[in-house]
Structures are given as C-alpha cells and as structure tokens.
C-alpha cells in the first residue's frame, strides 16, 4: 500500500541467531503478509534451521552465513527458496584496510596506528556511538 514505485524491491532482514524459531517464523510472515519481495536472514546455524523458517514463506531468501559449513549445499538451499548467499563482510572490511594502508603510504605516515584492523579502523571513522543514538532517537530502538 505505501509502494509507490513498482520497481522498488523490498527485501526485510531478521536475525534468526539471536530469537527462538517460533519468533522467527511468524516475523517472516508478517514481513511477507506487509508486501516485502524477499527476505534476508542472518544467523541460521543448519537446514534444519532454515527449513523450520522457510517451510511457509513463498518469497526469496537470501541468507548471510558468514561461510557457515552446515549450510554449504548449493541445490538444497535453491530447494529452500534461497536465491542469494552472501558469506559476510570480509571483503568490505579487506577493503578498507587496504585503502586506509594504501592512504598511509602515498602520505609517507609510518607512525603505529597502521596497525589497526579493520574492524577497530571502522569503529574509529564510523562513529557507531552516532548510529546508536539516532536509532534511539528516531526509531524507538530498545537495547
């Protein structure tokens, strides 16, 4: 009802890791029942998993399991309704310790701070306190 362009696609993301199953399954649905096109889970820890979640959707999924090998079968996932995989982050977080050493270098900076990860160089120019707030803030995030 709210889409006004038909060429938006809507995909809804849960964390099936961190709520029990049954919680799981009836917020799909009711991402589905309020029009979303797909719908992308995080934290699934087996098929047997997937499939208690899946069984009564009829969208797309699309899965982030951060190369989770209980779930590396590429035909029983298609089976399951799982049009995407994606197995984490860590192409982005190479990426910007690449460009942050690589900046580094063509300034001539040697001094320690190079030996960050990516994961503290993130948090160091991200400011996620920021996103923290401001999803309190406007969204009426509980923590």
Do not use: E, H, Q
């Given at each position: 009802e709210a889409r006004v362009d038909p060429e938006?696609?809507?995909?809804?993301?849960?964390?099936?890791?961190v709520l029990p199953v049954q919680d799981i399954i009836e917020r799909t649905l009711a991402y589905e029942k309020a029009g979303a096109d797909g719908i992308c889970i995080v934290g699934i820890k087996d098929f047997e998993h997937l499939e208690q979640i899946s069984e009564k959707l009829t969208v797309p999924l699309m899965l982030v399991t951060y190369g989770n090998p209980e779930l590396n079968d590429r035909q029983r996932l298609a089976n399951l309704g799982v049009r995407v995989v994606v197995a984490g982050h860590a192409a982005y977080f190479a990426a910007i310790k690449a460009t942050y050493d690589s900046l580094r270098a063509q300034r001539q900076v040697t001094h320690s701070t190079s030996n960050h990860s990516a994961t503290e160089l993130t948090h160091t120019y991200t400011f996620p306190e920021n996103y923290v707030a401001w999803a309190k803030d406007f969204m009426d995030v509980k923590e």
């Open positions: 938006l696609t809507i995909v809804a993301r849960t964390n099936a890791g």
